[in-house]
């Protein structure tokens, strides 16, 4: 795509109220518009990195056997109040209004009930089970404060998943099976190395429920670290009986801040119980569905690795998330052979099948353009100029280095 | 996918409120779930029925030069208060809530508003100018009533897309190209022959607007229809007066009911001017922005698809928009030649790229898989069985014709 037609140019300002790393550096860099503390649009830029991610993970949710649906943001009390969390005493992040015959209704904050009770009309028999669903919807939470940027918001896109199974045995071998699934997804976003499985409160069927926690100091976690074993413990549950349960050694654990970026949970039959969400199982007897919950926070994400993957001049993407993979920029484009040339250098990468965002702007300084590349955090920087001669000139976004080559060269290389 | 494996089971029960036909289709074939009144949650075949839509649009919008970005649910009352659209006697499908700190909220029920005053920060120079952006958002409305299925709801997905020009002649010439991509949707998605670019009321600048309507008997419009001439007058501007400036003959009018599909609006300098959405021109004045906003509705769409592709036995879907361009039905699959024969056939359909639905249980009936596979609609049906030997039977939806063929005939066919 062409710089000069993107309408979200970067910027020096920031809203005064916008604490976060991660959202000033969105915001300057043209991916995201601040509606309110804690609720964000996406912009070109920003929509497609929200796009890459939700994509690398949908093909790990597939992969597990995941079906994708959508589910509703309005939702109804009755449901709720099955399982006790209708009222502002027991969930305290509720937005509600009323339909015009004054019922109630809320806003989806999490979706495990409604789509709980819709299984009881597809899920009948033991033939019917297991059930894996996800869907990548938009949260509305009415948080208290909302200063983490897009890392804790009002409203923001999560992927959550639910299994309905017919056994602790076959829940258990889902939740592993997801447990990996997960790593490979935070492996793929760029996240592997500083993403950890964490040890985290249970409930009424499991003593733990499991975290994957990735190291920043703009998280609002505390973990303790085993780097060996690739485990943390979560601060909540950090006694020693847990350490000697889980065989760490004490003296070698790290505490360290984090991002909760992602978390699964067994329910066991609580919620089936409380939702009537039954089965027939072999024997003819009507039995409560297994359920677990499986969540990833998608925008999140997108600021985790902003705030892990940035310098003083700005964003610096990971390859699998970034919006584009070159960002070609053109100078001398006053020059009527130079543009001509850089705009061959455009279409030949874009006929490659590589993404290409090319600053082709005409009264822009080198300077600035090299800064607003530097900003906007695309991994790969091509330059065509005067000086570039028959040749291209390459640097990576995180390198000081840059190279001459040929454009068939390049393609090779970044391709 | 393997039908076996799909929760959304086919059923012949439907909720007792709801009266539209196309609801009651999509939740007996299992493509949508009714949340409560104009509230739907799209199941996995639904979910690729609206995908499909939604990547028509998108492959249309970016063709003009539309840019995708999405916007926020939740809404500032100051935004909305400078064009005096935030009073309930103003617009009365909000829905409002507060934050905790008392602060009131809405739901995006339009995004005029918003993407308009976002873009004051990006728009400030001619240089800044044409934008073009678009979005596919949920869109809250808190009707009064909703009976019509997902045809109105109070919960829907609607692409919008806002131009920005600096003169009148910029806007003209965008605002048509838009009207021939609007067409080429509508002939993409199956509705061509019967969506009508139609004359309806302007505002203070334009004397009309024009709507796209599609003719069906589910629909809430009414519409005067010349179909040698391809146009339609709105019955809310059917006066002699209008008959006469457009040019038809009052005695060719036919009068038909309608679904608004799309709308396109020509709003001027008027919201701008109340959003301080100014540019420096040329000359160095500040002067306002020109504004065009162009609506579809992609759930409605869907609803629209069902009302008119249907018949006593299911859905017809068109092959653009359908889910899945082959139903393979397996047949005698406690044989286990022909189960293996079926799977075959599956994975060499699957492997030459084409989008298949298997049907692949052992314990049903062949009655039974022919009228699940007439209800979800697929167009081409694929059966493999005792009968059809070394070859495969294969039907259209829509014809009662079969004929054998082998699998190569058959994938040269239907890809």
Do not use: C
């Amino acid at each position: 795509m062409r710089y000069s037609k993107l309408f979200s140019k970067t910027s020096k300002e920031v809203p005064s109220d916008e604490v976060s790393k991660n959202a000033q550096l969105l915001i300057k860099a043209g991916f995201i518009h601040k509606e309110m503390a804690g609720v964000y649009a996406y912009l070109p830029l920003g929509l497609k990195v929200v796009e890459n991610i939700k994509q690398i993970v949908r093909e790990e949710m597939n992969k597990v056997g995941g079906e994708e649906i959508i589910m509703t943001a309005l939702q109804r009390k009755e449901v709720w109040e099955k399982t006790d969390r209708w009222s502002d005493d027991k969930v305290d992040v509720w937005f509600k209004s009323k339909l015009k015959n004054d019922t109630e209704v809320g806003f989806g904050w999490s979706h495990e009930e409604p789509i709980s009770e819709m299984m009881t009309k597809y899920i009948k028999s033991y033939r019917d089970l297991p059930v894996y669903v996800y869907q990548f919807q938009t949260k509305l939470r009415n948080e208290l404060r909302a200063k983490s940027g897009i890392m804790r918001g009002r409203e923001f896109v999560m992927k959550d998943m639910y299994s309905y199974t017919t056994s602790e045995e076959e829940h258990k071998k889902f939740y592993d099976s997801t447990i990996q699934a997960y790593l490979e997804v935070f492996k793929r976003v760029g996240l592997g190395d500083i993403t950890y499985l964490t040890f985290a409160s249970g409930g009424a069927f499991t003593q733990f429920s499991h975290e994957f926690q990735t190291i920043t100091d703009a998280g609002e976690d505390v973990v303790y670290l085993d780097r060996e074993k690739n485990i943390a413990i979560n601060e909540e549950v950090y006694t020693d009986e847990v350490i000697n349960q889980l065989g760490v050694d004490k003296a070698k654990l790290e505490k360290v801040k984090t991002a909760e970026v992602g978390n699964i949970f067994s329910f066991g039959d609580t919620k089936s119980k409380q939702l009537d969400l039954n089965y027939i199982n072999e024997a003819g007897e009507s039995v409560p569905v297994i359920l677990g919950s499986y969540g990833i926070g998608i925008t999140r994400l997108v600021g985790v690795i902003v705030e892990h993957f940035s310098d003083e001049k700005g964003i610096m993407w990971p390859e699998n998330v970034a919006p584009f993979k070159v960002h070609l920029v053109g100078l001398n484009q006053e020059d009527e052979s130079i543009k001509s040339k850089a705009n061959k250098v455009y279409e030949e990468l874009t006929n490659a099948g590589i993404e290409v965002i090319f600053d082709d702007r005409v009264e822009t300084q080198a300077g600035e353009k090299f800064s607003d590349a530097d900003l906007i955090g695309i991994p790969w920087r091509v330059v065509v100029s005067k000086k570039s001669g028959d040749q291209v000139e390459l640097k990576k976004r995180d390198s000081k280095e840059s190279q001459l080559m040929s454009v068939e060269e390049l393609i090779s290389k970044v391709k």
